[in-house]
């Protein structure tokens, strides 16, 4: 079984600011990780994804990803914040649990940007 | 290539209705997968389609039907439907459906049930 938690529903980060979006896992198996990105009235976007190659994964718009093995955790990070990056962002996890490949969804976390 | 498109994107029902949503996946993917996206449940898997079959399916009532077309394009219908349907529902497809694979979603289609 899998599953995700993402540690706060909102944050709040002044523009230029660091941005830390935290996700932590459970998975049986070694995982496959996602953060995905929704801008208002869109679909999600995919930001990165962890496939096991390098544990830093770097995606679009300045935002990367560290997959710690021992803590569980793969935390979005993006070193200055932007207007343009306030969205909802979603981490998944995906594995072979029972033959399945469907990816579970965290809540999400609404991300405000303050100018 | 041209993305998944969902149609129609907005749509307003009445309660005990019927409705269906259809979605085009990126040419070439042979997985569509459907969600409902609300406030207070998030992201829910509801059903995975590849090769006109279906192959996983979420935690949702009979009401929540879905079929696959040779061309792999995708529907999926909700009968009798209810207050609590008022959702966005989002088709996304990929080329296998293996977990590894990049997921791509469409725009959505908004349901609101009065």
């Known amino acids: 079984a899998q599953s995700v938690t993402q540690l706060g529903s909102h944050v709040s980060v002044s523009e230029g600011a660091l941005v830390l979006l935290r996700c932590n896992y459970s998975?049986?198996?070694?995982?496959?990780l996602f953060w995905y990105v929704q801008y208002p009235n869109q679909g999600l976007q995919l930001l990165l994804k962890?496939?096991?190659?390098?544990?830093l994964v770097k995606g679009i718009n300045g935002f990367e990803a560290e997959f710690k093995k021992s803590e569980t955790s793969f935390h979005l990070t993006k070193p200055s914040a932007h207007m343009s990056d306030a969205a909802e962002y979603f981490c998944a996890v995906s594995d072979a649990s029972g033959g399945s490949y469907i990816p579970t969804f965290g809540r999400g976390t609404s991300l405000i940007v303050h100018p | 290539k041209a993305g998944v498109t969902q149609t129609p994107r907005y749509l307003i029902k009445t309660r005990g209705q019927q409705v269906t949503l259809s979605c085009s996946p990126i040419s070439g993917h042979r997985s569509v997968s459907w969600y409902q996206q609300t406030p207070g449940q998030g992201l829910q898997f509801l059903f995975e389609y590849f090769s006109e079959t279906q192959r996983n399916k979420g935690n949702f009532p009979g009401r929540f039907s879905g079929r696959q077309f040779s061309n792999s394009r995708s529907e999926m219908n909700v009968s009798t439907l209810e207050l609590g349907d008022s959702a966005l529902y989002l088709c996304a497809s990929s080329w296998l459906g293996q977990g590894f694979e990049t997921q791509y979603f469409g725009p959505g289609t908004r349901l609101l049930v009065l």
């Open positions: 962890y496939t096991s190659a390098a544990t």
């Open positions: 998975s049986s198996v070694p995982p496959y």
